[in-house]
Nanobody, 126 residues
Framework: QVQLVESGGGLVQAGGSLRLSCAAS????????MGWFRQAPGKEREFVAS????????AYTDSVKGRFTISRDNAKNTVYLQMNTLKPEDTAVYYC???????????????????WGQGTQVTVSS
């Protein structure tokens, strides 16, 4: 069982930045593919970014490429999402998720991920 706790959300003006963190419990964090998803009101949960076990490979949805960066520190059991040049359409609850299979880093389907955090709200004002 893995517990994930997100932090770092908040209210920011368009063009600003936020850094989300997701702390994981357990001693096998380094074996998981980690992902970030988001869900806006009235919309389905969507893939944002993912990172391989060793952090050597990353994947992003097109709308955040060049603005968001996913990273991880396996020694700290933590995955990060640096979000720059934020836009109002980035407003959503952001969730981190863990795929214990750990084989493919680029899965965009929520069903691939077995463990989820409680989410952190990001609001971008125009």
């Amino acid at each position: 069982q893995v517990q994930l706790v997100e932090s770092g959300g908040g209210l920011v003006q368009a063009g600003g930045s936020l850094r989300l963190s997701c702390a994981a419990s357990g001693r096998t964090f380094g074996s998981y593919v980690m992902g970030w998803f988001r869900q806006a009101p009235g919309k389905e949960r969507e893939f944002v970014a993912s990172i391989s076990r060793s952090a050597g490979n990353t994947a992003y949805t097109d709308s955040v490429k060049g603005r968001f960066t996913i990273s991880r520190d396996n020694a700290k059991n933590t995955v990060y999402l640096q979000m720059n040049t934020l836009k109002p359409e980035d407003t959503a609850v952001y969730y981190c998720a863990a795929d214990p299979d750990g084989v493919y880093y680029g899965s965009r389907s929520p069903s691939r991920y077995d463990y989820w955090g409680q989410g952190t709200q990001v609001t971008v004002s125009s």
